[in-house]
């Protein structure tokens, strides 16, 4: 019913930037909360970043004053913004979304996006 297709990985060297995007399809009235996590190769998910509908967003402590996080509501469209990459940046990037389908919508369901691969190397 929801489709999140994450756009704009690839290889690029320590300081560089890359900018991913993430755009939401399908049955939605409104968008919620959304998220970007990665998971780097051997380890854990980590939430990276998170901006809510209203309000202000949050960082993991990692990428605090290098990453931002935006998003278009008229495009369901959310952003996240590297810079000064770093090769432990290196990670497979995620983007979830709370999403209600309709305005009867009591409960909103969480998406994920197949992922985009971020490599940072000389």
């Known amino acids: 019913q929801v489709q999140l297709v994450e756009s704009g990985g690839g290889l690029v060297q320590p300081g560089g930037s890359l900018r991913l995007s993430c755009a939401a399809s399908?049955?939605?009235?409104?968008?919620?909360?959304m998220r970007w996590y990665r998971r780097a190769p051997g380890k854990g998910r980590e939430l990276v970043a998170a901006?809510?509908?209203?309000?202000?967003?949050n960082y993991a402590d990692s990428v605090k004053g290098r990453f931002t996080i935006s998003r278009d509501n008229a495009k369901n469209t959310m952003y996240l913004q590297m810079n000064s990459l770093k090769p432990e940046d290196t990670a497979v990037y995620y983007c979830?979304?709370?999403?209600?389908?309709?305005?009867?919508?009591?409960?909103?369901?969480?998406?994920w996006g197949q992922g985009t691969q971020v490599t940072v190397s000389p």
């Open positions: 979830n979304a709370d999403v209600y389908l309709y305005p009867s919508s009591g409960n909103a369901l969480a998406y």
């Open positions: 901006i809510p509908s209203g309000g202000s967003s």
């Open positions: 399908g049955v939605i009235f409104r968008i919620n909360a």
